[in-house]
């Protein structure tokens, strides 16, 4: 069974940083593309980064670019997402999952549940 453990989120002020954590398991996690998500209450999934099965980072998007950066650990089946410079439009709940495109959607209907971002002053 695929599954996805997210952490590392919590409450940080606009301008701090903040490292997250996932933990893959159940597929052949060097195969794949990883990406971050994030979903913010009354806004559909969106694609955050994604990097490559060798750790090309391939895509940042454009709201996060600059201050958010995607790395992977193959040997351990992680992926991370550090985050610096937070806007309060950064409060989301962010996931992991193999990226399908930039659009948000996702190889493996099953996701983690998620870490809480919340930027807020």
């Known amino acids: 069974q695929v599954q996805f453990v997210e952490s590392g989120g919590g409450l940080v002020q606009p301008g701090g940083s903040l490292r997250l954590s996932c933990s893959a398991s159940?597929?052949?996690?060097?195969?794949?593309?990883m990406g971050w998500f994030r979903q913010a209450p009354g806004n559909q999934r969106e694609l955050v980064a994604t990097?490559?099965?060798?750790?090309?980072?391939?895509y940042v998007g454009d709201s996060v670019k600059g201050r958010f950066s995607i790395s992977r650990d193959n040997a351990k089946n992680t992926i991370t997402l550090q985050m610096s410079s937070l806007k309060l439009e950064d409060t989301a709940v962010y996931y992991c999952?193999?990226?399908?495109?930039?659009?948000?959607?996702?190889?493996?209907?099953?996701w983690g549940q998620g870490t809480q971002v919340t930027v807020s002053s």
């Open positions: 159940g597929f052949a996690f060097n195969n794949y593309n």
């Open positions: 999952n193999v990226p399908l495109g930039y659009s948000g959607s996702s190889l493996y209907a099953s």
């Open positions: 990097i490559t099965s060798a750790g090309v980072i391939i």
